[in-house]
């Protein structure tokens, strides 16, 4: 029976996942990069915070979004317009950030690194978006 | 990001020197003529300002990146940059300001007569363009042939104003209910 119980606890904790990565503050760690050190971009973005992103899931992302005092603020997907009209899709997208508060979901005329016409699909983790404000 | 960083080039000639005349407002006569570049809160809309204008030739003309969320290139349509079609004069060197980061400026200074079309890099898909007319051209001045809309986005051609309007009033101003010039849809 003990050896049943072992062996039933084993499986169960195999069949979770490994342990998620704290992305609550900044820098997040792991694959993630800051982004204005990969393209020519401010450090702090008015109206999204100081953003970091793992490269190889570009253009979509997710990109972690954190505000002045490095704390968590949103997660990003940016989905080109274009890519969306030719039928691709973006499947099983992470999320890392946790408990979503509220979504914004915006047309981004582009920028350096998302250079298409995109939508920022925007995960609010907090429900104060002006904690990323202009000064 | 308060950092200002200046690039001075001419177009036309060697380079020059000072680059330090104060900031003017656009006019044909003017020794400088400032060119913002521009974008609204979201980020949905991105657009140089005047989007056209006309000057006489040896203007320097500066480029000021306004846009406090984003960075903006000024960038000649020249085969020099990435393959682009040439739409500038023959004898006029092309420029590329590379990226500017909010407060940012470069400038050039034109010598050549002629019509100067430049874009965004990367905002050339948004439609982020611009014209300049330097002189007082005629026709075969700036009548491209066809190949010089080849690799340019349809709504890049479309936001271009017409060097009819920036020669009838000097300046035109970005529109934002159409995303081109004011009356301006003249891919030429």
């Known amino acids: 029976m003990k050896m049943l119980s072992m062996a039933a606890a084993l499986a169960v904790a195999m069949a979770l996942p490994a342990a998620a990565q704290d992305v609550s503050t900044a820098p997040p760690g792991g694959d993630y990069q800051k982004v204005s050190e990969l393209v020519k971009l401010p450090d702090f973005i008015p109206g999204l915070g100081d953003l970091y992103v793992n490269p190889d899931t570009l253009p979509a992302g997710p990109f972690l979004a954190y505000d002045r005092d490095g704390q968590l603020v949103s997660t990003i997907y940016m989905v080109p317009i274009a890519d969306l009209e030719e039928g691709k899709t973006f499947d099983d997208l992470a999320v890392p950030g946790g408990q979503v508060d509220h979504v914004d979901i915006y047309y981004n005329a582009g920028h350096p690194g998302v250079e298409k016409p995109h939508a920022h699909v925007v995960l609010w983790h907090v429900d104060d978006e002006a904690r990323v404000a202009a000064e | ?188």
């Not at chain 2, 006489?56 to 000649?76: E, K, Y």
């Not at chain 2, 004898?91 to 010598?111: C, G, I, M, Q």
């Not at chain 2, 007319?133 to 066809?146: E, I, K, P």
Request: aromatic residues 8%; contains cysteine.
């Open chain 2, 1 to 188: 990001m308060n950092t200002t960083r200046r690039h001075v080039l001419r177009a036309g000639g060697g380079l020059l020197l000072a680059g330090l005349a104060p900031a003017l407002v656009t006019a044909r006569a003017a020794a400088e003529v400032r060119i913002e570049m521009k974008g609204n809160e979201s980020g949905s809309l991105v657009w140089f300002e005047p989007i056209g204008v006309q000057v006489s030739p040896g203007t320097t003309v500066r480029w000021l990146n306004l846009d406090p969320i984003n960075s903006h290139t000024a960038t000649a349509y020249h085969p020099d940059n990435d393959g682009k079609p040439r739409r500038i004069p023959d004898k006029a060197r092309p420029w590329h300001s590379d990226y500017l980061l909010p407060n940012e400026e470069f400038s050039v200074t034109l010598d050549v007569p002629g019509v100067y079309d430049y874009f965004c890099v990367p905002h050339e898909l948004a439609g982020m363009v611009g014209r300049i007319v330097v002189g007082n051209v005629q026709d075969a001045d700036w009548q491209y042939s066809d190949i010089a809309n080849d690799g340019i986005p349809e709504v890049a051609l479309m936001a271009f104003p017409s060097v009819t309007d920036i020669l009838a009033s000097g300046t035109v101003h970005f529109d934002p209910a159409s995303g081109a010039g004011h009356g301006g849809h003249d891919t030429k």
